[in-house]
């Protein structure tokens, strides 16, 4: 089956539409009942063209009973046939009148009235006083039962138009009220299903505004408010994403900074080896033998060797370039990380390093490393009494994981800020002191490579960092 699509225009455009069919069936009923109205005038006519022909048919009946004129006759007759006339076409509409009048006997006294007033003028000059007074006592009689029955009807003609008029006008005062409330109730429900979606946005904008990217949510079905959230959701993803690499970027240059005094710490000591070695030299450059010139020709290569190592892997972190995964040793990793950050490590902390050679894993080096040093670099700032770094590895063959543990002996964590650790800017350090960036980054790059990271701290006795990475089939398949 189809189904309607939802949607404001789609409201507003049905709520027109009923609204304008409720106006033209209400406005269509009142027609009708004008019409109604207009017919009942019409007929109204009729009923007092009946009723004043019934008035003048008596009057002629006077005048000619008092002046015995032959026209009188003809006149009264004329309006005796007329009321009959009348009655005769509109018996049916007479009829449905609510009076107490019977019809038929109105229409049969006019009749019997026709017959004695043309018996009377035939027997004008040939009856006695006595036949003649008689006669006329039953015209009379006739004829104001006529007048009674015809003006019976003229009233319960008039009072059915003004209760017609009365119900009309009721009628026309419900329908508007009718037409206001309806009015009122589908504005009222276009306005709440336009201006709750709306309000939601404000709401959801103004966390924005707050610095909260969650993703909007607005209940509503109607395509625009849907399209509309749809674009906030995109905009609010694009933003956080921007927002991250920002965080990250920062974090980075934060990382190069510690790292460009650990990297000149340790060029120190090959550049002073590499002087040494010349001044030696030099000094016995004529008495010195071949081979302890070699000898020393060598400890400056390998000096220089170590230099460039350091200054490589330096560059390596600093070097902006899209992630790109690679197979590499973890111990690799841990120490070219833990060189990268000597220079921070005070003489009162021990870092042990207990990794296989044999455990590989496919990831960024650069970003991975990021990750390990900012946990070091933790690490370093719970323990400002001095204590034990350890970073081990293991492999979970069966699981396909590698796992990856930084343990510290600082004064550890309670479990509600354990929670918390990994939430951005999130820090229990002293104002200027910490960002709260860097396990929140650490959490970012483990999820870039298909991990994840995890916290057990005990409080007073240290806190371990796990990271798990995946194993990938093709180090497996190479192990």
Known sequence: MFRFATSIQNKVRFGYYFCLVLIIAVSLLNYLNLKRIERKTAFNFIISEFFDATLEMRRFEKNYFLYRGKEDFEENLRFT???EEIIRKNLEDIKKLQIKTDVYALQSNIQVYKSLIRKYFEMDRNRSPIEGYELESRIRNTGKKIVDATEAISIAERKYIQS?????????VASIIFLVIVGLVVGQYLSRMVVSPLKQLEEGVQKIIDGKFDSLSIQSSDREIVSLCNAFSRMLKELELRQMRFIMHSEK????????SGVAHQLNNPLSNIFSSCQI??????????AYKRELMRHIEKEVER????????????????????PMPVKGLVEDTIMLVQGDIPANVEVRVDVPDTIWIMADKQRLEQAVLNII???????????????SSVEDIDNKLVEIRIRDTGMGMDPEVSRKIFDPFFTTKDEGKGSGLGLFVAKEIAEEHEGSISVNSVEGEGTTFIIKLPLKEAICQEE
């Open 281 to 290: 030299l030099n000094e016995e450059i004529e008495d010195a033998d071949i």
């Open 81 to 83: 046939e007329k009321a």
């Open 253 to 260: 240059l934060a990382c190069l900074g510690t790292m460009v």
């Open 164 to 172: 017609l008029l009365t119900s009309s006008m009721r009628y026309l």
């Open 377 to 391: 670099k933790n690490a370093i700032d719970a323990m400002p009494e001095g204590g034990m770094i350890n970073i």
């Open 307 to 326: 230099a460039k190592t350091m200054v490589k892997s330096f560059l390596e972190f600093s070097r902006k370039r899209e992630f790109k995964s690679k």
